[in-house]
């Protein structure tokens, strides 16, 4: 069974007139390259540019952290109780755990922080 079309006859184009010309202007063609060829110049010397300070996103120093929903419950209730933002904690956490390896306490590796015992 054949598929039926309705086909409306266009009497007037919905486009402007300016659209209408742009669009034929578009595929003219030019015969004589002549015309529209502009002599080169010999190119201007910008002048030297005074690097200035660069501005500081409010976020250039920050990182991102994936962590679990559960893991970020847990890490966001310690914070709370201690009445310190996540922020906080994790510098806090962060600078601690550079103190001790330095100070030659803890070892940080891959498999985790272990302690070293003191003879």
């Keep these: ?10 009497k007037n184009s919905a486009l402007p007139d300016a659209l209408k010309n742009q669009i034929s202007n578009n595929f003219k063609k030019e015969d004589d390259f002549s015309q529209t060829v502009t002599p080169v110049t010999a190119p201007v010397e910008p002048a030297p540019v005074i690097p ?15 962590l679990t929903s559960g893991k970020r419950n847990e890490f966001k209730k310690f ?41």
């Excluded at 069974?1 to 266009?10: Q, S, Y």
């Design 1 to 10: 069974m054949p598929l039926a079309h309705k086909t409306t006859p266009v």
């Design 79 to 119: 914070f709370t109780d201690c009445e310190i933002s996540m922020n906080q904690g994790f510098e806090m956490a962060v600078d601690y755990i550079l103190r001790e390896t330095k100070a030659g306490r803890i070892v940080v590796s891959k498999s985790g922080i272990t302690k070293v015992e003191e003879e």
């Design 52 to 66: 200035s300070a660069p501005a500081k996103s409010k976020y250039a120093d920050s990182v991102n952290l994936r």
